[in-house]
């Protein structure tokens, strides 16, 4: 008898077409529990969220192996699908034939019970396998995708910006060398001291001044000893770049990328996102939901401090309750402000000079720069952005004094060739990923996490 | 009167609806001549390949302004569209009124006569103003989309491999080392020693093992001092990994993505297409259509073999004529074959163990292995793949050989948890861009080109 060759997805996406048909399937045995009349296998093949049910009986050819195959196993299977309206699974199988294609050891380490994450992150090959990283991994990839889909819909030029680089940041030290076995000169491969970079954006910056509408998507790289839930010393983040947009065209496209990946993650993994909705957060989607229905409301810094320094005066409890214009805001008043004052997503815009980096852009009062960050409940900043300085003088000016001038003059070139205004944002991938999926440690988004004191593969 | 805000794209894309209408542009000029009577404007705002003119003449608002305004300005200007039908071009703008958004300093490099691409180098962030860089990182950004695409559209689970790893491949020393500023123990971060990747595929197998089919895309990282045209020491690379999938069904996805990625490059971009193919090699898009259009032939390594031989004895000439089983084959001669003798696209498969990596599937023969890479006309080699070793115990044997054991006991447990047959390949991104664009020297389609003792950004 001729059978189909399938994927659960296929199956669970058009299930009735195939009901009483022979289907071949090739993948992995969840779990395997045999009572002597009938046995299930919660089967699995990596391309869907679901298992697929498989039923075998005292009559299937061979049951004592199938009865024997154990947790991890591959296997390639051949059966019958049989519609069971009545059951919380619309349908099972109804197995003819198991072939074992790859038989797994008995000290498989994700047995039936549930692991801590703290356990997984120490499998981190293998937790893939089960439900939650099958969830995380499959929105991370369509994730990525839904960034990419976004910018190039609206014509915006995808740069891979280099990853070593002689550009330290701001100099801060939090960088990683590049270097050789040669420990006389360690930089001999380029003749020059080279690190990882800590952003794409000096690099793309110049693409934007040549294709108006740019972004950058790959790994950035911080030497930063932070041991907290958010940070990593490698992650991806995406920076878009655009000519001739000022600030508020800049909050136009943050508002309309984060609604499109919510959006798009929403309908391509409505089983993923119900899991994470039951088993990790039972806001979650509500929340995301919210955002996607809110305009995204402004206010300045200025403003935001005047809010909080009130709250203070009302009896509102910070850590930090010494709040004061100048002063970088913490998670705690980022949050404040938009749970508890806009109850919604909002753009804090018009940051002092002094708190934010030197490429960004001078306002008329002399004290602020034109920068925006995106706060949302329950994580505080989730992007940000800026208009950039574009005015040569200012910007050298800026630059002399951090004594950062010497090689990036050609950074500063682009404001003497064509320069105009211009805009872009950045945002942490691995972040965006843990808000969508309400995943609380950055080490359990990574498919190999890097944090510091830890690496294993 | 309203002006419609719009692009060269939309432009050129519906110059018949925009006839005498109203329009405003943002961009950059690349000429500007004005003869007294009639001054013309090669104006370019990135979002396609092609330049908008726009005429002014006497009686144009401050005629005198626009007449001198220079190459490399950023402009914004509105106009009305003016259809001419009699003209190469099939419309230009009678330019209304032009604001100058910033100025062009004379020290601009990009003047109008032909570069040369050493020169262009040296200015990495101006070339992409000029054509030539117009076109290969346009091509660039639609060649990595359409990987996506293709991936997407087969379900493939994109996944970001990390760049620090404790893995240095096969221990060949060609790694650059990833170090802090602590110089008594420059490793102190992770606590032990890390290096970049050179490939992502040994993380990436796992995940096969887990979805099926899965694919990275990102960079990865050389230090060899290897001063040809086709070497750099980042680039990106294209990996995917499949479950339950043998040397055939490799093949069939090498096929498959290399004729969708050219097919999708010459209909997104035929006026890129169309400039290379006039510019840098006029066999180019004849080429390309040939490769779409064959049906890629196998031949084993054996075979491939007594064909040298057998050319050599009949008057071949090589520069290495001393063809014998088990040589690792030069470009020469893997050009031979597919263009001499094959006349196209050519998978060389069953390689002798000993030039092959340590993971690749052992044949029942004992001496090859189950490797495939794909040659094509021009240029070579293009991919490479193999279906990769399932057997726990042989593969632990080669590994304990080559002594690379410790540190990898995680990659071989895929071995013996589920594993199964499976297979993959990897595409160098950038060869592949070179190959799709014609341009011979890698450094001319990285945005800021990576090789040994040559870094400036």
């Known amino acids: 008898m001729e059978s189909i060759k399938t994927t659960n997805k296929e199956l669970f996406t ?34 869907f969220f679901k298992n697929v049910q498989l039923v075998y009986g005292k009559d299937t050819k061979n049951h004592d192996v199938v009865a024997g195959l154990r947790n991890g196993a591959a296997i390639e299977l051949t059966g019958t699908v049989k519609l069971t309206p ?32 703290e356990f997984l992150r120490e ?62 000169d360690p930089f001999n491969f380029y003749g020059r001291k080279v690190n990882l970079t800590v952003t794409g954006q ?30 990593a010393s490698e992650f991806w983040m995406i920076e878009p770049e655009m000519a001739f947009c000022d600030l508020n065209g800049n909050m136009e496209v943050i508002e309309a ?3 499109y990946c919510i959006n798009y993650v929403l309908k391509n993994c409505p089983e993923e996102m119900e899991f994470f909705n039951t088993m990790i957060d039972n806001t979650l989607i509500e929340r995301l939901k919210h955002v996607v229905n809110s305009e995204f409301k402004k206010l300045t810094y200025t403003e935001g401090i005047e809010v909080l320094k009130n ?32 109850k919604g997503p909002l753009f804090l815009i018009d940051y002092p000079s002094g708190i934010k980096a030197f490429y960004m852009k001078e306002n008329a009062d002399g004290k602020t720069v034109a920068a925006c960050d995106l706060l949302v409940p329950a994580v505080g900043e989730l992007v940000g952005g800026s208009q950039r300085e574009e005015r040569y003088d200012v910007l050298k000016g800026k630059m002399d004094k951090l004594g950062i ?28 990923l843990m808000y969508v999926t309400g995943m609380q440690n950055i080490r359990d988004v990574q498919p190999y996490p890097r944090t510091s004191n830890s690496i294993k593969y």
């Open 123 to 184: 499998i981190a090959h293998i937790r893939p396998r089960g439900n939650t990283f099958q969830a995380v991994f499959r929105i991370r990839s369509v994730l990525s995708f839904a960034i990419h889909q976004f910018f190039n819909e609206r014509g915006f030029l995808y740069v891979h910006t280099p990853e070593i680089t002689t550009n330290d940041g701001e100099g801060a030290g939090n960088v990683f060398d590049v270097t050789t076995h040669d420990t006389k």
């Open 14 to 47: 058009n299930f009735k077409e195939f009901a009483n048909k022979n289907v071949a399937l090739q993948g992995w045995i969840r779990t395997n529990r045999d009572n002597g009349n009938i046995g299930f296998i919660e089967f699995n093949d990596g391309t």
């Open 405 to 432: 001038t010497e090689g990036l003059e050609w950074y500063l070139d682009t404001r003497k060739y064509g320069g105009c205004v211009h805009s872009g944002f950045g945002i942490g991938f691995d972040r965006l």
């Open 202 to 231: 000096l690099h793309v910056e110049p693409f934007a001044l040549s294709f108006r509408n740019v972004y950058t998507f790959g790994p950035v790289f911080r030497a930063e000893h932070s041991n907290t839930v958010r940070h």
């Open 257 to 259: 990328c984060i609604k």
């Open 86 to 117: 009545e059951n919380k699974q619309p349908f099972e199988i109804e197995l003819n034939e198991v072939v074992l294609a790859g038989d797994c050891d008995d000290d498989y380490p994700l047995q039936k019970k549930r692991h801590s994450f």
């Open 311 to 342: 709250a203070v005066k009302n009896g509102v409890k910070f850590e930090n309750s010494d709040i004061f214009w100048g002063m970088d805001l913490q998670s705690e008043h980022e949050r404040y402000l938009t749970e508890q004052i806009v």
